[in-house]
């Protein structure tokens, strides 16, 4: 059973252009969430999402980040216009949504950005 | 904010266990405490979960006291490749967010 897959693992963007992270549950696995990690920090929450619904954004920020999960491919974070202070290292998580104790969330590799 | 607390680094030698430990004294009855751990930068790893009850697993052990205010991550017998960060977490069914603090970064050596 693949495990969650997020490509590409490196991006470099250039202050301005835009930045499309891709997420791909593990098999069987109906809700994502996207985490944001800054060097020598640790994971923060961004964003929960089941197939086309975003479940809880309170971490994202308001201006510039959307995410969406559709019926058919993978879940993506998208950045806008990026700044220097978008490098960091973003990580997806997936987990079966059944609820209860076997709902444990798996992390990918992550992809990590960095903006010159 | 995080709600657990965490030495922020601690060492043990090859072949010993390791006790990591974790203040959670805020800790709701229905969240769950979960640990994951971090080689280098690579993706969390999840290793073991609990209630309110010890768990184990093939990775380690859980120790959580009665009153639920801590725990105790066990590593039985580290080698060198669990030098990692250790991230315990209070996770909730209700709000399925994972709150990461700092961890401690464990180095085992030979």
């Known amino acids: 059973n693949a495990g969650v897959m997020q490509n590409p693992r490196h991006l470099v963007r250039r202050r301005g252009q835009e930045a499309r992270l891709r997420c791909s549950p593990m098999?069987?696995?109906?809700?994502v969430y996207w985490y944001r990690q800054l060097p020598e920090e640790g994971l923060k929450f961004m964003v929960y999402?089941?197939?086309?619904?975003?479940?809880?954004e309170s971490g994202m920020p308001k201006e510039r980040f959307s995410a969406e999960f559709p019926k058919e491919g993978p879940s993506i974070l998208r950045i806008q216009q990026v700044v220097r202070g978008d490098s960091a290292a973003y990580f997806c998580a997936s987990s079966p949504g059944t609820g209860g104790s076997t709902d444990t969330q798996y992390f990918g590799p992550g992809t990590r950005l960095t903006v010159l | 904010d995080a709600k657990t607390t965490q030495p922020p680094s601690m060492d043990c030698a090859e072949g010993r266990a390791a006790n990591l430990p974790c203040n959670h004294s805020?800790?709701?009855?229905?969240?769950?405490v979960y640990w994951y751990r971090q080689i280098h930068s690579q993706g969390p790893q999840y290793i073991i979960h609990?209630?309110?009850n010890n768990e184990t697993n093939e990775m380690a052990s859980l120790i959580i006291t009665e009153d639920r205010k801590s725990s105790t991550l066990i590593l039985p017998h580290a080698t060198l490749r669990d030098t990692a960060v250790y991230y315990c977490?209070?996770?909730?069914?209700?709000?399925?967010?994972?709150?990461f603090g700092t961890g401690t970064r464990l180095q085992v050596f030979p």
């Open positions: 999402l089941q197939k086309e619904n975003i479940i809880d």
């Open positions: 609990g209630l309110k």
């Open positions: 098999k069987g696995h109906s809700h």
């Open positions: 805020t800790i709701s009855g229905n969240e769950y």
């Open positions: 977490t209070e996770f909730s069914y209700t709000t399925d967010k994972l709150i």
